[in-house]
Nanobody
Framework: QVQLVESGGGLVQAGGSLRLSCAAS????????MGWFRQAPGKEREFVAA????????YYTDSVKGRFTISRDNAKNTVYLQMNSLKPEDTAVYYC????????????WGQGTQVTVSS
């Protein structure tokens, strides 16, 4: 089992930055594909970014490209999401997830951290 705990959310003005962290415990996530998702009020959860186990491949949804950066530190068993130039539409609960396979569904999810961007 992998436990994921997100942190770093908060209230920020439009144009500001936040860095989310996802700390894993239970087992190493060094060989897991990791992802960030978000869910805004009244909307379905959506994919934000993902990173391969080695960190050599990253993927982003179009709306965050050029503003968000996903990274990982396998030695610390932690994944990050650096969010710059935040917009009110980025307001959501952000979730970290871990997948044991290269593609397909995610096996483990965190509880989420709230990000609120004021205009």
């Amino acid at each position: 089992q992998v436990q994921l705990v997100e942190s770093g959310g908060g209230l920020v003005q439009a144009g500001g930055s936040l860095r989310l962290s996802c700390a894993a415990s239970g087992r190493t996530i060094s060989y897991y594909r990791m992802g960030w998702f978000r869910q805004a009020p009244g909307k379905e959860r959506e994919f934000v970014a993902a990173i391969s186990w080695s960190g050599s491949n990253t993927y982003y949804t179009d709306s965050v490209k050029g503003r968000f950066t996903i990274s990982r530190d396998n030695a610390k068993n932690t994944v990050y999401l650096q969010m710059n130039s935040l917009k009110p539409e980025d307001t959501a609960v952000y979730y970290c997830a871990a997948a044991r396979t290269i593609a397909g569904h995610y096996d483990y999810w965190g509880q989420g951290t709230q990000v609120t961007v004021s205009s």
